[in-house]
């Protein structure tokens, strides 16, 4: 990964994440926890399972990749997204994923309590095709999600964007 310590003046780029017991992955998402670490989330090659890795040290280097056993989907780019609502102040990280492991479909928006360690909050949010996708927050009351609403880059393109209120996670 590339990383700046100086709000984007310079960069560096930091040592690879040692691929041990899983393959190479790609289309890296990262999040910074509470504590200031670091953690990246990967579509994992061919493995149906996120790829994630943390690193200590603000992103010089990474922990080995290890497979989610909460995040299966096909593989494909998906969004994550980082912040805190409501009234308890406390932050949440989101990640919108197909939820297939044989097509892109079956769009799913998860909430993690605790920096992406467990997903224990999952809602369906898009019953057909669901590709590439990224997230926004848009106000204090609901996330944006743009996603592609098509299976293959063969297939007519378009984008979609749906917003999508927090208290459907209640």
Not at 14 to 23: A, D, G, H, I
Not at 125 to 139: A, N, R
């Amino acid at each position: 990964t590339l990383y700046s310590d100086n709000e984007g003046r310079d960069w560096k780029l930091s040592n690879y994440v040692p691929v041990k017991t899983t393959e190479a992955s790609n289309e890296c998402l990262i999040s910074e926890t509470d504590e200031g670490h670091v953690v990246m989330n990967a579509r994992a090659g061919r493995n149906q399972h996120r790829a994630i890795s943390r690193s200590i040290d603000g992103g010089v280097t990474w922990s080995p990749f290890i497979y989610s056993k909460d995040l299966i989907n096909r593989p494909c780019n998906t969004g994550l997204l980082k912040f805190s609502y409501g009234s308890d102040g406390i932050s949440r990280t989101f990640f919108s994923y197909n939820n297939s492991t044989k097509h892109r479909a079956n769009g799913y928006l998860a909430m993690s309590p605790d920096d992406g360690q467990t997903w224990p909050t999952r809602i369906s949010i898009v019953p057909g095709f669901f590709g590439y996708s990224q997230l926004v927050k848009i106000d204090p009351e609901n996330v944006g999600i743009l996603y592609e609403p098509f299976e293959s880059p063969k297939q007519k393109w378009s984008i979609y964007f749906l917003p999508v209120p927090f208290d459907r996670f209640k």
